[in-house]
């Protein structure tokens, strides 16, 4: 069975600049996560899908970031524009259910943003 | 509102030695699950255990075991027999059902 893909591993991008990430799901999971670490830090959960609705983007900031899933599958993480304070790792995953009653999340590895 | 805290930042070990992560936790709710990942350093998480809160036993996966105890609200792992491969950043984290939180995880190198 194929993971969490995720594109592109890195990116370096300048200050006030435009950048996108891109997560395709394990086949078949119904919510998928977007989280941001910062180094030294665990995961921060930015935006939570079911399916292809919004169910939890209480920490993304949406003043910068934005993130879609159209018709359910994967899914686009933009930031427009950039911050200093915004280099991470930015982490996909995905599940099949939208509680962790029965299962847990899968993790992609992650894109890691250098903001210069 | 929920928090996970492991209080270790690193920990480093000679490799066969037992190594202890502890991990702390604070919830209002009667039902979670809590969960240990490891990510070594190509960056993906991996998934290790989940334990439910209605489930105090004691779980033992080869040189792994974790120790629940709700009165103190901690759910520790241990690596027994620590291996070189083992050195990777440890998280533990909660959930309330569909909200995963993460605790800032535990950097352990093990020397050989």
């Known amino acids: 069975e194929a993971g969490v893909a995720q594109s592109p591993r890195y990116k370096i991008i300048e200050k006030r600049q435009s950048v996108a990430f891109w997560c395709n799901p394990i086949?078949?999971?119904?919510?998928l996560y977007w989280y941001q670490q910062i180094l030294g830090q665990g995961p921060k959960l930015l935006i939570q899908?079911?399916?292809?609705?919004?169910?939890?983007d209480s920490q993304l900031p949406k003043d910068r970031f934005s993130a879609e899933r159209l018709k359910g599958v994967d899914s686009t993480l933009k930031i427009q524009p950039a911050k200093l304070e915004d280099s991470a790792v930015y982490l996909c995953?995905?599940?099949?259910?939208?509680?962790?009653?029965?299962?847990?999340?899968?993790f992609g590895q992650g894109t890691r943003l250098t903001v210069v | 509102a929920q928090k996970v805290t492991q209080a270790q930042t690193e920990i480093s070990v000679v490799e066969k030695e037992d190594v202890t992560l502890d991990c702390v936790y604070e919830?209002?709710?009667?039902?979670?699950?809590l969960f240990w990942y490891k990510q070594p350093p190509s960056g993906e998480l991996v998934f290790l255990i989940r334990?439910?809160?209605?489930?105090?036993q004691n779980e033992i996966s080869g040189r792994y075991s974790w120790n629940f105890q709700k009165s103190t609200s901690s759910f520790n792992f241990t690596i027994t027999a620590s291996q070189v491969v083992d050195s990777a950043v440890y998280f533990c984290?909660?959930?309330?059902?569909?909200?995963?939180?993460f605790g800032a995880g535990t950097t352990v190198t093990v020397r050989a």
């Open positions: 919830t209002r709710d009667t039902t979670y699950y």
């Open positions: 984290a909660l959930s309330n059902d569909y909200k995963l939180s």
């Open positions: 899908f079911q399916n292809n609705g919004v169910v939890d």
């Open positions: 995953a995905s599940s099949p259910d939208r509680g962790f009653m029965n299962t847990e999340a899968f």
């Open positions: 086949s078949g999971h119904a919510t």
């Open positions: 334990r439910n809160s209605f489930d105090e």
